[in-house]
């Protein structure tokens, strides 16, 4: 197979759903040995096409060319047989099984009727693993490997399965900034190795990093198809979302203001008994960002959970604009001013089958003028949330559909809505962007900043260090429950955090930070 | 205007299901050699032809309509309440006991207490399992099929034990200032066993829409049903809510027990089984996708087949059975209201798979599955 070789190609793919049209005409080709990135906004049809591609979806009209061949993609069978693999942004693995039972499941390789044969699936496996730079352990259980692991075990299985044009779709919305790196390397790997990878995303640096060319779409049409390498972040991001984005978070210098959140010695015992959180001491003034970097499962989840009560403390003190708070009930500590945009949207921030007038109700129906000795006032709760809706630009077609229906960006809107409404003085942020667009990221950011310049206090959790870079005066690592330094944003580098994080330490910085 | 579709789409989903129900039970009338058409016939005739008729389903749907409201709040708050049967059985055996203990008390307080006795004792019982749920997250359906024994069982001791003369199985008659039926209802349906009690149902429809739609109470309810979570981050106090609607939920199943003592039956007997106002009480609600006006709907489709059902056998020599048999039917396509929906998502629409709007990037289909999936999720209708 020559390099040059045409893996994919498709010409004027259409699929419509009803009257929405979610690709239109879309034509493009994918080129073997290459890393072909596919940009394009929450909702441009991203997704979309990849399923017709993978044999999920069937498109309405448009043809689909496989090295050449005219193909009928019925299911996503017929698509592995001709070599198209997709790994899913939510992974699909058997938790209780061990990596190498994951990796056959589905074409597992017997000996004799019924028994699987272990031992040349595992020959196969670990020569794909090697060949590739795809480190594993076969005889681990799934659920006690890393995220990163995971997702080595859903490319193995593809390559299991003798595919040629791999197919990712937002593969790092769920990595650490270091796992992402060895990720974006694999791809490399593969593209030398002679395969196609499509890298679905809408991150910008991403695809700069790894793509040769990318294809950006629009309202499920193709924009434009560009090289990557010669193309600049402004204008990718302006390609992708039809405006022109920034990227600079005007930071407007501010007084010092009173001290708002003082977390001292905290201790947080989970009902395992595991000590999630010990040690913690952090203080966060009026008119502050600040920024808890650290690695997913260092603590991050369970420190929200304690200071806003829905997890108890088992040591220290939490105290809320002077009062203490440890302890108190989540409404007790909602009442005294602090808004939480939790981490899990649709687990915590939002109650998915219930409309958008009571979601945005959810913390303040029990207060005048939404409620009078227990019933309910409907026209103060819709028009509250009317004019939340449209102040925070939530998307939506009727205040009585479910939360459910609005797409991610427009959820998290509502949240932060929701939140920032009550003008808490302290705002506890996890991870306020995750999963969306640049041009959402953009809006929240603005968000979070004007409640800075309010002189509101705001804990910035994420597993995003840009965000943190960006929007925080001041960063606090996390490492295994306790802060593991803590500086002004621009005194640190990104490598020196990322050292932070992974608990090592930054040589000839001890003192500055451990100054605080 | 896509929740009204919704709205439409359940009551679709219910009006299928009763037909389905009666299809299959012609289906079997054919088989066994009956007429389907002259049965269901005499079955109608027997349900509405007849002040009389119309009487006795009236009064069979009484206390349906509040066990199928009973149901439906439990349910809206995540908790499947099996033991309606055995809260019911407490409410008629607290109001009629309450009737037989102040034989001399004016009807003004009698009846009145008598009744709030029996919601009382239903209240009582189901908040056993909603307590054991909260605080030791015990599984209300083991507990309330349990109570639902312990319920039986001890009602028929104290009812021999307590309430029987000598060795009979059944109490006294309660006194005629506590009795829901009047000579009046009864000249008005020709004899029939119909009974204010009908009054005390439709007054709990009121209150029990209004306490759900109306009140933080019932939002809470609603909350905690569908997002436990969710409901802890905005601050509700799950516990409370929990055994809030179950206390609301065995107190409306007391009070259908209430309107069985004081108004059909006028006193308490030994029971061989429970109540069948309790599982028919779930049925009803399950058919009525938890609507309080579907519930009453439902509660009188209830009352025709039963009523109407007896007819059959005496108009021809169909079995009665053969009624049960279609009750049954319509309950197993009211459960496989899954399948109905799958159906109709298949024959309204041109084929789509469920796969696509799994993404982000049909809003308008994607909208109607995760409304669909929302209300599959336990969401009643708004």
């Given at each position: 197979?020559?390099?040059?070789?045409?893996?994919?190609?498709?010409?004027?793919?259409?699929?419509?759903?009803?009257?929405?049209?979610?690709?239109?005409?879309?034509?493009?080709?994918?080129?073997?040995?290459?890393?072909?990135?596919?940009?394009?906004?929450?909702?441009?049809?991203?997704?979309?096409?990849?399923?017709?591609?993978?044999?999920?979806?069937?498109?309405?009209?448009?043809?689909?060319?496989?090295?050449?061949?005219?193909?009928?993609?019925?299911?996503?069978?017929?698509?592995?047989?001709?070599?198209?693999?997709?790994?899913?942004?939510?992974?699909?693995?058997?938790?209780?099984?061990?990596?190498?039972?994951?990796?056959?499941?589905?074409?597992?390789?017997?000996?004799?009727?019924?028994?699987?044969?272990?031992?040349?699936?595992?020959?196969?496996?670990?020569?794909?693993?090697?060949?590739?730079?795809?480190?594993?352990?076969?005889?681990?259980?799934?659920?006690?490997?890393?995220?990163?692991?995971?997702?080595?075990?859903?490319?193995?299985?593809?390559?299991?399965?003798?595919?040629?044009?791999?197919?990712?779709?937002?593969?790092?919305?769920?990595?650490?900034?270091?796992?992402?790196?060895?990720?974006?390397?694999?791809?490399?790997?593969?593209?030398?190795?002679?395969?196609?990878?499509?890298?679905?995303?809408?991150?910008?640096?991403?695809?700069?990093?790894?793509?040769?060319?990318?294809?950006?779409?629009?309202?499920?049409?193709?924009?434009?198809?560009?090289?990557?390498?010669?193309?600049?972040?402004?204008?990718?991001?302006?390609?992708?979302?039809?405006?022109?984005?920034?990227?600079?978070?005007?930071?407007?210098?501010?007084?010092?203001?009173?001290?708002?959140?003082?977390?001292?010695?905290?201790?947080?015992?989970?009902?395992?008994?595991?000590?999630?959180?010990?040690?913690?001491?952090?203080?966060?003034?009026?008119?502050?960002?600040?920024?808890?970097?650290?690695?997913?499962?260092?603590?991050?989840?369970?420190?929200?959970?304690?200071?806003?009560?829905?997890?108890?403390?088992?040591?220290?003190?939490?105290?809320?604009?002077?009062?203490?708070?440890?302890?108190?009930?989540?409404?007790?500590?909602?009442?005294?001013?602090?808004?939480?945009?939790?981490?899990?949207?649709?687990?915590?921030?939002?109650?998915?089958p219930?409309?958008?007038?009571?979601?945005?109700?959810?913390?303040?129906?029990?207060?005048?003028?939404?409620?009078?000795?227990?019933?309910?006032?409907?026209?103060?709760?819709?028009?509250?949330?009317?004019?939340?809706?449209?102040?925070?630009?939530?998307?939506?077609?009727?205040?009585?559909?479910?939360?459910?229906?609005?797409?991610?960006?427009?959820?998290?809107?509502?949240?932060?809505?929701?939140?920032?409404?009550?003008?808490?003085?302290?705002?506890?942020?996890?991870?306020?962007?995750?999963?969306?667009?640049?041009?959402?990221?953009?809006?929240?950011?603005?968000?979070?900043?004007?409640?800075?310049?309010?002189?509101?206090?705001?804990?910035?959790?994420?597993?995003?260090?840009?965000?943190?870079?960006?929007?925080?005066?001041?960063?606090?690592?996390?490492?295994?429950?306790?802060?593991?330094?803590?500086?002004?944003?621009?005194?640190?580098?990104?490598?020196?955090?990322?050292?932070?994080?992974?608990?090592?330490?930054?040589?000839?910085?001890?003192?500055?930070?451990?100054?605080? | 205007?896509r929740i009204k579709n919704l709205r439409f789409g359940n009551l679709w989903i219910s009006v299928t299901s009763v037909i389905l129900g009666m299809l299959v039970g012609a289906i079997i009338m054919l088989l066994s050699?009956f007429n389907p058409i002259e049965n269901y016939v005499s079955l109608f005739t027997g349900a509405v032809?007849?002040?009389?008729?119309?009487?006795?389903v009236l009064?069979e749907a009484t206390p349906l309509i509040l066990t199928g409201l009973g149901f439906a709040v439990a349910n809206s708050?995540g908790f499947f309440n099996i033991?309606l049967a055995?809260?019911?059985?407490?409410?008629?055996?607290?109001?009629?006991?309450?009737?037989?203990?102040?034989?001399?008390?004016?009807?003004?307080?009698?009846?009145?207490?008598?009744?709030?006795?029996?919601?009382?004792?239903?209240?009582?019982?189901?908040?056993?399992?909603?307590?054991?749920?909260?605080?030791?997250?015990?599984?209300?359906v083991?507990?309330?099929?349990?109570?639902?024994?312990?319920?039986?069982?001890?009602?028929?001791?104290?009812?021999?034990?307590?309430?029987?003369?000598?060795?009979?199985?059944?109490?006294?008659?309660?006194?005629?200032?506590?009795?829901?039926?009047?000579?009046?209802?009864?000249?008005?349906?020709?004899?029939?066993?119909?009974?204010?009690?009908?009054?005390?149902s439709?007054?709990?429809v009121?209150?029990v829409w209004?306490?759900m739609?109306?009140?933080?109470?019932?939002?809470?309810?609603?909350?905690?049903g569908?997002?436990?979570?969710?409901?802890?981050?905005?601050?509700?106090?799950?516990?409370?809510?929990?055994?809030?609607?179950?206390?609301?939920s065995?107190?409306l199943a007391?009070?259908g027990?209430?309107?069985?003592?004081?108004?059909?039956?006028?006193?308490?007997?030994?029971?061989?089984?429970?109540?069948s106002i309790g599982f028919d009480g779930m049925s009803v609600s399950l058919l009525a996708t938890g609507s309080p006006v579907g519930i009453v709907l439902a509660a009188l489709l209830f009352g025709m087949l039963k009523i109407g059902g007896l007819n059959i056998?005496?108009?021809?020599?169909t079995p009665p059975e053969i009624v049960d048999i279609v009750i049954a039917a319509v309950i197993f396509f009211v459960g496989a209201n899954y399948l109905i929906r799958y159906l109709s998502v298949k024959l309204r629409r041109?084929p789509r798979?469920p796969?696509?709007?799994?993404?982000?990037?049909?809003?308008?289909?994607?909208?109607a599955e995760r409304a669909a999936q929302a209300e599959e999720e336990g969401e009643d209708t708004k």
């Amino acid at each position: 197979m020559a390099l040059t070789d045409i893996a994919i190609e498709v010409r004027g793919l259409t699929k419509r759903f009803g009257d929405f049209v979610a690709n239109d005409h879309i034509s493009m080709q994918i080129k073997s040995g290459t890393v072909h990135g596919l940009l394009g906004e929450n909702g441009a049809g991203k997704t979309t096409m990849m399923n017709m591609l993978s044999g999920i979806l069937q498109p309405t009209s448009g043809e689909i060319l496989v090295h050449g061949q005219s193909v009928h993609l019925a299911s996503a069978k017929d698509a592995t047989q001709l070599g198209i693999g997709m790994v899913h942004q939510h992974f699909m693995l058997v938790e209780n099984f061990t990596v190498l039972e994951n990796i056959m499941l589905g074409v597992e390789e017997t000996k004799g009727p019924g028994v699987l044969n272990r031992h040349d699936a595992r020959d196969k496996i670990m020569a794909l693993s090697k060949r590739y730079g795809l480190s594993i352990d076969p005889d681990a259980q799934v659920a006690d490997i890393s995220v990163g692991m995971q997702q080595r075990v859903e490319i193995l299985k593809v390559l299991y399965r003798n595919a040629d044009i791999l197919i990712f779709d937002e593969p790092t919305a769920v990595l650490t900034p270091q796992e992402i790196k060895e990720l974006l390397a694999i791809f490399r790997r593969l593209a030398n190795e002679g395969k196609a990878v499509v890298l679905i995303s809408h991150k910008l640096k991403e695809l700069q990093a790894v793509a040769d060319v990318t294809t950006i779409i629009r309202r499920g049409k193709v924009i434009d198809t560009v090289d990557t390498k010669t193309t600049s972040t402004e204008k990718l991001a302006e390609l992708m979302v039809g405006r022109h984005v920034t990227f600079q978070r005007e930071r407007v210098p501010m007084p010092a203001g009173p001290e708002i959140l003082k977390i001292t010695d905290l201790r947080v015992v989970d009902k395992q008994k595991v000590t999630r959180v010990h040690d913690f001491d952090l203080t966060i003034h009026g008119g502050e960002i600040v920024g808890l970097a650290g690695i997913d499962g260092n603590g991050q989840s369970e420190l929200v959970r304690a200071i806003t009560g829905l997890m108890p403390t088992a040591g220290g003190q939490v105290t809320i604009a002077g009062q203490d708070r440890t302890g108190a009930t989540p409404r007790q500590i909602t009442r005294s001013g602090v808004g939480h945009i939790p981490e899990d949207r649709q687990r915590y921030g939002l109650i998915l089958p219930m409309s958008l007038v009571d979601n945005m109700s959810l913390q303040v129906y029990t207060l005048a003028p939404y409620s009078h000795h227990g019933v309910l006032n409907p026209k103060a709760m819709i028009a509250n949330t009317e004019n939340l809706l449209s102040e925070y630009d939530v998307r939506h077609s009727n205040i009585e559909e479910p939360a459910g229906s609005l797409s991610g960006g427009n959820q998290q809107k509502l949240i932060i809505a929701r939140e920032l409404s009550r003008e808490p003085q302290l705002l506890i942020a996890v991870n306020p962007t995750r999963g969306l667009d640049v041009g959402a990221i953009e809006f929240i950011h603005q968000q979070l900043l004007a409640a800075r310049a309010a002189g509101h206090a705001i804990l910035l959790i994420s597993y995003e260090l840009d965000e943190i870079r960006q929007l925080a005066d001041r960063v606090a690592v996390i490492h295994d429950g306790t802060i593991v330094g803590q500086a002004e944003t621009n005194a640190l580098s990104e490598s020196e955090i990322g050292l932070l994080m992974a608990g090592e330490t930054v040589s000839g910085k001890e003192e500055m930070l451990n100054a605080h | 205007m896509r929740i009204k579709n919704l709205r439409f789409g359940n009551l679709w989903i219910s009006v299928t299901s009763v037909i389905l129900g009666m299809l299959v039970g012609a289906i079997i009338m054919l088989l066994s050699g009956f007429n389907p058409i002259e049965n269901y016939v005499s079955l109608f005739t027997g349900a509405v032809g007849s002040p009389n008729a119309i009487g006795e389903v009236l009064r069979e749907a009484t206390p349906l309509i509040l066990t199928g409201l009973g149901f439906a709040v439990a349910n809206s708050a995540g908790f499947f309440n099996i033991g309606l049967a055995g809260q019911a059985l407490a409410g008629w055996l607290a109001s009629v006991t309450f009737a037989l203990a102040f034989p001399h008390a004016p009807g003004f307080i009698l009846l009145p207490g008598a009744i709030l006795a029996g919601a009382i004792a239903g209240a009582l019982w189901s908040g056993i399992a909603g307590f054991l749920r909260a605080y030791f997250g015990a599984s209300e359906v083991i507990t309330t099929i349990m109570l639902n024994y312990v319920a039986l069982y001890a009602t028929n001791a104290i009812v021999k034990g307590f309430l029987a003369k000598g060795d009979g199985d059944y109490s006294p008659t309660i006194p005629v200032q506590a009795r829901l039926r009047t000579p009046f209802l009864e000249h008005l349906t020709q004899n029939s066993t119909f009974h204010w009690g009908i009054l005390v149902s439709l007054a709990a429809v009121v209150v029990v829409w209004w306490l759900m739609k109306k009140t933080t109470l019932g939002f809470e309810i609603r909350a905690v049903g569908m997002n436990e979570d969710a409901s802890r981050y905005a601050g509700m106090s799950t516990k409370r809510t929990i055994i809030s609607a179950m206390l609301i939920s065995g107190c409306l199943a007391g009070l259908g027990g209430a309107m069985e003592g004081l108004g059909n039956f006028q006193n308490i007997i030994v029971n061989t089984a429970l109540p069948s106002i309790g599982f028919d009480g779930m049925s009803v609600s399950l058919l009525a996708t938890g609507s309080p006006v579907g519930i009453v709907l439902a509660a009188l489709l209830f009352g025709m087949l039963k009523i109407g059902g007896l007819n059959i056998s005496i108009a021809s020599t169909t079995p009665p059975e053969i009624v049960d048999i279609v009750i049954a039917a319509v309950i197993f396509f009211v459960g496989a209201n899954y399948l109905i929906r799958y159906l109709s998502v298949k024959l309204r629409r041109h084929p789509r798979q469920p796969e696509a709007v799994a993404s982000d990037t049909q809003p308008e289909a994607a909208v109607a599955e995760r409304a669909a999936q929302a209300e599959e999720e336990g969401e009643d209708t708004k």
